[in-house]
């Protein structure tokens, strides 16, 4: 009895992290700076008298110096040279747009965002077409030289199902209790 509830546990455990898009994507592309690496998670809520089964990465918000919601992120290096992480065309769509937030907040939600985030001429949607990642030289010719990050937040809630309403009471409020990234 008390094996099989471990390997519940565990089983729970690799669905959550296969959900959350860790490792390689279906690409091959190396998308491990897409959760952000974020060593703070939100404890999941343990089963009564247990311990919780996993961690899960906390929401990011974040704002940029234009309109930039609907351009696909990539991480470069630190000298800005060369992609660290991009996503490959299957791990990105609609879903990957972020959520428009009150006062111009946008929330994360494909992970990964911060000061070496660069963005890149293709849309979610066209992106998402391409029957393969674009060569790391494309990449780098499609980055938007003026487009940045201006802020981000790591917010106190699990980046799974986000309650907006609660984010822009977080905003709100003057962002108590977040912690910024930039």
Not at 9 to 31: E, P
Not at 88 to 112: A, F, H
């Amino acid at each position: 009895m008390k094996c099989d509830m471990r390997m519940k546990k565990i089983l729970m455990a690799i669905s959550v992290l296969t959900f959350m898009g860790c490792g390689s994507g279906r690409d091959g592309v190396n998308n491990a700076a897409r959760t952000g690496g974020d060593a703070e998670a939100v404890q999941t809520v343990a089963p009564a008298g247990g311990r919780p089964s996993a961690y899960m990465p906390r929401a990011v918000i974040y704002r940029t110096n234009g309109d930039y919601n609907n351009n696909v992120t990539i991480t470069v290096n630190a000298a800005g040279t060369a992609p660290v992480s991009y996503p490959g065309p299957g791990d990105v769509g609609e879903q990957s747009v972020p959520v428009v937030l009150d006062g111009g907040w946008l929330l994360d939600r494909r992970g990964g965002i911060g000061a070496q985030t660069r963005f890149l001429t293709y849309t979610y949607s066209r992106y998402h077409e391409l029957p393969a990642p674009p060569a790391v030289e494309t990449l780098m010719e499609s980055i938007i030289p003026e487009a940045r990050v201006t802020a981000a937040y790591r917010l106190p809630l699990s980046a799974a199902n986000v309650d907006t309403a609660a984010v822009n009471k977080l905003i709100r409020d003057g962002l108590k209790d977040c912690t910024p990234l930039l």
